[in-house]
């Protein structure tokens, strides 16, 4: 009869999906694990040991120890510098996404602006932003302006691409199902297409805000009298190999550190497609 | 429970057309002139092959797509956009992957702006009726596919439609789950009785589960042949598929798609 079979499948199921929760809480062997850490440590100790038996001296290459060292004592004068940085790239990142993201949906929504801007968009995703650098130093001088557009023009372009992207691959299905519940597109927007495009979206900010450090820095570069770059600069006219690393591995912290950040609030606000296996 | 009390909604369809514009001059005749009444609380199946506009029938009873020439009205109310009494369920799942199963079941009422903690419970029992009690919380990526369309149809009942429309619901699944879900379709509707259009390219799956079969065949989309299947409820696999009847019908519909090519007799 229907009803025992129904009972019969479900109990079925059930073991099934006991099945699948399991599969997900088991995670490889140890070394799998670790490997990234494991392969980090291998590494830094083989840079450790091969700096002083080759002979070459910390003002060429210094041992990651030194450098290490050089951070913790340098905190203070890193941390006002990053200060300035991640202000720049901040602000550059939010820059980007309040005037990509309109401008994304303008072009998922609108078919002639789509082709009236695609091209311009292409074309100036293709000026290498470095070489604005000066130009932006001269036009807006020595100040926060230039960094925070120089970010912000290098980590605009990913962040209208993957949100038309993620936007423009939803299945049309799903609109017509949401349609059939009698949906506005306001409702269909923000039910379907909004939370259906955010994986992509925040892929596009994750490759946004890395970008977003490099314009930053290479602002500092060109013209200025603080921030990591500047800092640089500085350890580099001193011949200050130490600093100078101490420096790199304080930017690519930011960089990290903001990576991370997008991460967490992706995972607190999508959920993974193939999370469960 | 409450649903016993649903009535299913009358369906009226009148010289109803559905033309395709192609980019070229050579316009599609998806739908041609349909005529079609369906009694409040009956289950039609429509069947027929790939292109003979059974998906466009169910796409203009939805409200998705106008009318080329023609009306439908449901429970006497002209259908031009969504209509309120009428749940879907497509061909595949379409659960939202990023929300539980509870609240896959509930977004018809929340995109009605209707009180979701009062249909809370009612979407519990639809779960539990599908045997998928306690499978509220999981996400549909930790179900399998019977499951998961299981849930589509909970979905597209939680409004308690008087018309429920399933556009070859059960054609992404295997064999073996297929024929569990056509027993409990018919058990869930034997409950309900309300009005169900059931599209399907299955011969088998129509007269076992439907009171009348309506043959198509395209280019264009008409309706060669409107057959009552009088097959005792509740109908039993295997006691039914060995029926003289059932043979019967199945043969009826069979040779229509043979003698106009769709199927090669052999």
């Given at each position: 009869m229907a009803s025992t079979d129904v009972i019969g499948a479900a109990q079925a199921q059930k073991k099934q999906g006991k099945g699948m929760s399991s599969k997900k809480k088991s995670r490889g062997p140890w070394l799998e694990r670790y490997s990234a850490l494991i392969l980090a440590v291998v590494l830094l100790g083989a840079w450790q040991v091969l700096v002083p038996w080759s002979g070459l001296s910390e003002f060429v290459l210094p041992t990651p120890l030194a450098i290490a060292k050089r951070i913790v004592n340098e905190l203070p004068l890193l941390a006002s510098h990053a200060y300035v940085t991640l202000f720049e790239v901040v602000a550059g990142f939010a820059m980007a996404v309040l005037v990509g993201m309109p401008l994304a949906l303008a072009i998922f929504y609108s078919r002639a602006f789509e082709r009236a801007i695609y091209p311009i968009l292409v074309a100036l995703q293709t000026v290498p932003k470095v070489a604005l650098a000066p130009l932006l130093v001269l036009y807006l001088g020595y100040g926060w302006a230039p960094k925070i557009t120089l970010a912000f023009l290098i980590s605009f372009f990913p962040i209208v691409i993957s949100t038309v992207v993620g936007l423009q691959s939803l299945d049309k299905n799903l609109v017509n199902l949401v349609r059939s519940m009698g949906a506005s597109e306001w409702q269909t927007f923000f039910k379907v297409r909004l939370p259906a495009a955010l994986p992509n979206i925040f892929g596009g900010f994750k490759v946004a805000v890395s970008l977003a450090v490099i314009g930053a820095v290479i602002g500092e570069y060109v013209a200025a009298e603080r921030g990591l770059g500047y800092l640089q600069l500085q350890a580099n006219s001193l011949f200050d190999t130490t600093l100078n690393f101490a420096t790199v591995v304080t930017i690519s912290g930011l960089g990290v550190m903001l990576y991370f950040i997008i991460d967490t609030i992706e995972a607190r606000f999508t959920y993974k497609r193939d999370a469960a296996k | 429970m409450s649903a016993t009390t649903q009535m299913g909604a009358a369906v009226d369809i009148s010289r109803l057309s559905k033309i395709y514009k192609t980019r070229e001059d050579d316009d599609v005749l998806a739908l041609d002139k349909i005529d079609l009444k369906i009694e409040p609380g009956s289950f039609v199946a429509v069947v027929g092959p790939s292109g003979c506009g059974k998906s466009t029938l169910l796409s203009l009873l939805a409200g998705l797509t106008p009318a080329?020439?023609?009306?439908?009205?449901?429970?006497?109310?002209?259908?031009?956009?969504?209509?309120?009494?009428?749940?879907?369920?497509?061909?595949?799942?379409?659960?939202?992957?990023?929300?539980?199963?509870?609240?896959?079941?509930?977004?018809?009422?929340?995109?009605?702006?209707?009180?979701?903690?009062?249909?809370?419970?009612?979407?519990?029992?639809?779960?539990?009726?599908?045997?998928?009690?306690?499978?509220?919380?999981?996400?549909?990526?930790?179900?399998?596919?019977?499951?998961?369309?299981?849930?589509?149809?909970?979905?597209?009942?939680?409004?308690?439609?008087?018309?429920?429309?399933?556009?070859?619901?059960?054609?992404?699944?295997?064999?073996?789950?297929?024929?569990?879900?056509?027993?409990d379709l018919q058990s869930m509707w034997l409950r309900l009785r309300n009005t169900v259009l059931f599209i399907t390219h299955g011969i088998d799956e129509a007269v076992f589960l439907a009171d009348r079969v309506l043959v198509m065949s395209p280019r264009p989309g008409r309706v060669d042949l409107d057959l009552k299947i009088d097959l005792p409820r509740p109908r039993q696999w295997s006691k039914t598929h060995e029926d003289k009847d059932y043979h019967g019908y199945v043969r009826q519909i069979r040779a229509i798609f043979e003698a106009k090519g769709i199927l090669v007799a052999h």
């Open positions: - | 080329s020439t023609g009306s439908i009205a449901i429970d006497g109310d002209g259908v031009s956009k969504p209509h309120p009494k009428t749940g879907v369920v497509f061909q595949s799942d379409l659960l939202l992957y990023w929300r539980t199963v509870l609240d896959n079941i509930l977004l018809p009422i929340e995109i009605k702006k209707l009180d979701v903690a009062k249909y809370r419970a009612r979407a519990e029992e639809l779960l539990a009726q599908v045997g998928l009690e306690g499978f509220g919380n999981k996400y549909p990526s930790e179900l399998s596919g019977g499951m998961r369309q299981r849930v589509a149809i909970c979905r597209a009942l939680i409004q308690e439609p008087g018309l429920l429309l399933m556009d070859e619901p059960f054609g992404a699944l295997d064999a073996l789950t297929r024929e569990q879900m056509i027993m």
